[in-house]
């Protein structure tokens, strides 16, 4: 597939790729150097006057037209050229082409024509550049050109500030230097904004660390510092002088006057002799205004000293590693800005209460995978249950973290509505739809805003758990003879795409099962699919006799890849129950009579469990419970008590009508039971069952002195 190039060169510039841009920025300001550039059809689009000085051709002649239509000589063989580099991307270095003798008295001249393809942004041909030179111009020509090809694929190639400086050392050695530092700024290994202008500030130097350190001496032994380390610039020395003046230094001969500065850094001046360092070049790195850092380039075993052109190169290789130093750190910025987010919006702290030992683990993603919207809640819920959330936005950046953000809230919010976790995901399929209509992005909504999740509900009290997933991997769960299995959890779509309702498992789970919630960061990878991430992780699981911290550890450590490209999340929660010691249940009839046998039952379960303070206030809390069952409801009626980190009165009836509390009139004779428990409990409400409703109260157990 093939972009459209548009006409003049400013168009040109701004759609080309980051690697074409610089080339043809660089070559543009070169005298003497005759560029075309032709679209894919090989229809001139731009020229410039040195062409046109260079074979005679004025430029109206050329534009719009192929080689064959504009030029003299053979010109179908440079077609043919320029049509293969357009095929397979590989530049045309250094071809002859003769022009032919004209009327005017110019003889026959042989020219050297170079060719490289031009890419937009998204890796699309564009067209042509072909740059002419006169013979005397060759050698620079060719080598440069190749060289500056290689450097666009081999330095910037990642997103690590640290890794770009130390591609540029490397690539810089042996063929431009025998020893390469390149120093940046604090600011810019830690994404912060570098300084604005080229110089000391305030009298005080900026701080420097070796980004990237290269030599054709096996381990630098010309290097005071190691790569990572802070580097000491003195404040009389070249590099000063660079940075005051944000122009390259060439000393072809150190024993000059930058010898006699150098000498005033006695330990610099003691491996210049030693190694026989004779000539200099020091190259600021700068990019869109800001000072990133600065590149040392010696020569001690290659005799030649340095010349205008190893600078020129040097600084066009200098040029190409700022853009992509710039961007990484810019890059930095945003993930750093993006993780602190992130980091800001999950749980400080989780606690599975009666109910669960949980551990959680998170990793954000590398720098080229940038941080995505992973998240994780642990929420208590009435009658000591505890819902278990892990789940994944689609995307990365600050966009994600936000999107993260406010899907744990919505998750929170529709958990105090105690729904069974196939109504809540559904719930939450609805807020996604709603984001992603509300998405500015010019993509599609489904593509902007999008996410999985999985919900599960542990209840202690019946040791059983509740899932729900849309689009999450499934959860593994470790049982305590030490078998592992993975169960059948309907999968349904990501959140934002479901029509149809979530279906929900539940599953029965021995006490001290280990229950396993991941993202799909921890299971998979570019060469490794989800299937054989399930595997490996349901393998590594299966250590019944190990802490949830030491389990945490091993899971972590087996993943696929050390350096994930999408954050990683590990939920592991081990169960434990509420058993008869625990809780307390009866079944009354559905009759007035009912509200006193109910209040004389969790009298002596109170004496039992030595909260006789509790009896006044459970008293009236069960007795309108109770009663408004009796009331308002239909069938048996069923009193549930519950004690753990507090007391929980539960009553369950076969009426699916939840109550609603209101203020009762000063003449009303009912209406006031509600609104009377609501004064005496901590919280109460409402949960839908499979045959009914359950109304529930909760009061704090008084410490015991």
Known sequence: MTARIPAGLDGILRTASTAGRATLESLVSRPGVGLAVWDTDLHCVWVNAALGRQDGIPA???QGRRPSQALRGDADALETVMQQVLADGAPVIGREYRVPAVRDGRPERALTVSFFRLDDTDGRPLGVCSLVQDPAGRRWTGRRLALLSDAATTIGTTLDVMRTGQELADFAVPFLADYVTVELTEAVRLGAEPLDRLGPTGGRIPVFRRAGLASVRPGAPESLWDRGEAVYVAETSPFTQVLSSGCSLLEPDLAGS???????DPARAEKIRTYGMHSLMVVPMHARGVLLGVAVFVRSDNPAPFDEEDLLLAEELVRRAALSLDNARRYTRERTAALALQRSLLPRHV???AALD?????LPADAEGGVGGDWFDVIPLPGARVALVVGDVVGHGLDAAATMGRLRMAVRTLAELDLPPGELLSHLNEVVSRLAQEDPAEEPPASSVGATCLYAVYDPVTRTCVTARAGHPPPAILRPDGKVSVPDVPAGPPLG??????????LELPEGSVIALFSDGLIEDRRHDIDEGIDRLSTHLAQPGVTLEELSHVLIDTMPATRPSDDVTLLLARTRSLGPHDTASWELPADTASAGTARSLATR?????GLEKLVPTTELIVSELVTNAVLHAK?????HLIRHQALVCEVTDASTTAPRLHHAQPYDESGRGLFLVAQLARRWGTRHTPVGKLVWAEQAIPRRP
């Not at 379960?605 to 469990?609: S, T």
Request: glycine share 8%; charged share 25%; aromatic share 8%.
């Open 60 to 62: 109206p002649r050329r």
């Open 258 to 264: 930058t010898r006699a500065r150098l000498d005033l």
């Open 351 to 353: 606690t599975g209460g």
């Open 358 to 362: 949980v551990v959680t683990r998170y």
């Open 497 to 506: 795409l479901a029509t149809l309702p979530y279906e929900s498992t539940e």
């Open 605 to 609: 379960q109170l004496a039992r469990w």
């Open 635 to 639: 069938g048996p009626i069923r009193l």
